[in-house]
């Protein structure tokens, strides 16, 4: 089964959450909506700023790991590789 990998995001530079899923679209909506209590409902992390695809669940959840491991310069420039404005990318994957 496929998996994603994902980082969430309060603002440009603010809070960053990383997750692994298998649906990508239904979980981000969540963390919008402050659906399930935890972290990102605290921080206020409501956009997605980063994603990337995986053939497997399993590698999904091993990259989400290592990245959660990562320095936060590391992971601002993941996220900038793939968008450097941090725009929230909901609506591209949550409309195909």
Known sequence: MAGFVYIMASARNGTIYIGSTV???KRAWEHR????PGFTRKHGCKLLVWFEAHDETESA?????????????????????????WEDLFEKIANG
């Open 33 to 36: 909506n402050g659906v399930i």
């Open 23 to 25: 649906d990508l679209a």
């Open 61 to 85: 959840r091993v990259r989400e790991l290592r990245m959660k491991a990562w320095k936060r310069d590391w992971k601002i420039r993941e996220i900038e590789g793939m968008n450097p404005d």
